[in-house]
């Protein structure tokens, strides 16, 4: 990572929206906050906290939709692979290496770090926004390249594929289809 600060924008390409997230380093690794508006058919906010050890491990997670229905998730790594969501163990959730919210293209760097340049597979705790509704979700990350990849879901949207360009920073700056960095 370049600096302590970093700032991204995407915007959506299947539908109307846009995210703007801020990355920082803290003393005990790093902390994202991020807006983001779906407007699509199905059009909701939602606003994160994102909390990472130095390994770029989700430590806790905090999301609330900001429209209408105002609800919210919090998310806490209690072992490994182990779970806490909004203070109560979940033990169907255990084994999850980490969290993917479906909203973002912030957490496919977080599995790709994890997995690191051979790729693999990896248990996803994976979040379905709006719904804020978490389950486990096997993925599939390939190299193609330096900072290219191919993600393959394996679960929740089984047969889903797309391309990945991550930039200098190691953050998605293309998701095939739905996400681009401006």
Same mark, same amino acid.
């Given at each position: 990572?370049?600096?302590?600060?970093?700032?991204?924008?995407?915007?959506?390409?299947?539908?109307?929206?846009?995210? /703007?997230?801020? %990355?920082?380093?803290?003393?005990?690794? /790093? @902390?994202?906050?991020?807006?983001?508006?779906?407007?699509?058919?199905?059009?909701?906010?939602?606003r994160?906290?994102?909390? /990472?050890?130095?390994?770029?491990?989700?430590?806790? %997670?905090?999301?609330?939709? @900001?429209?209408?229905?105002?609800?919210?998730? @919090?998310?806490?790594?209690?072992?490994?692979?182990?779970?806490?969501?909004d203070?109560?163990?979940?033990?169907?959730?255990?084994?999850?290496?980490?969290?993917?919210?479906?909203? @973002?293209?912030?957490?496919?760097?977080l599995?790709?770090?994890?997995?690191?340049?051979?790729?693999?597979?990896? /248990?996803?705790?994976?979040?379905?926004?709006?719904?804020?509704?978490?389950?486990?979700?096997?993925?599939?990350?390939?190299? %193609?390249?330096?900072?290219?990849?191919?993600?393959?879901?394996?679960?929740?949207?089984?047969?889903?594929?797309?391309?990945?360009?991550?930039?200098?920073?190691?953050?998605?700056?293309?998701?095939?289809?739905?996400?681009?960095?401006?």
């Amino acid at each position: 990572m370049r600096s302590s600060r970093i700032f991204r924008k995407w915007r959506r390409l299947d539908e109307p929206g846009l995210e /703007l997230m801020t %990355l920082s380093t803290t003393a005990f690794g /790093l @902390t994202v906050r991020s807006t983001l508006v779906h407007a699509g058919a199905e059009g909701f906010g939602l606003r994160y906290r994102w909390d /990472l050890d130095t390994s770029w491990r989700t430590r806790t %997670l905090h999301v609330e939709r @900001t429209d209408a229905v105002e609800t919210s998730l @919090t998310i806490e790594r209690t072992g490994d692979t182990s779970w806490r969501v909004d203070g109560e163990p979940r033990s169907d959730l255990a084994g999850c290496h980490e969290v993917d919210v479906s909203a @973002t293209p912030f957490c496919n760097s977080l599995a790709i770090r994890r997995l690191g340049a051979a790729g693999g597979d990896l /248990l996803a705790l994976f979040v379905d926004a709006p719904a804020l509704s978490c389950q486990p979700s096997r993925q599939r990350y390939e190299p %193609l390249g330096p900072r290219a990849w191919l993600y393959v879901d394996k679960g929740v949207s089984e047969g889903f594929t797309a391309r990945l360009d991550l930039d200098e920073d190691g953050l998605v700056a293309t998701y095939e289809h739905l996400f681009e960095a401006l």
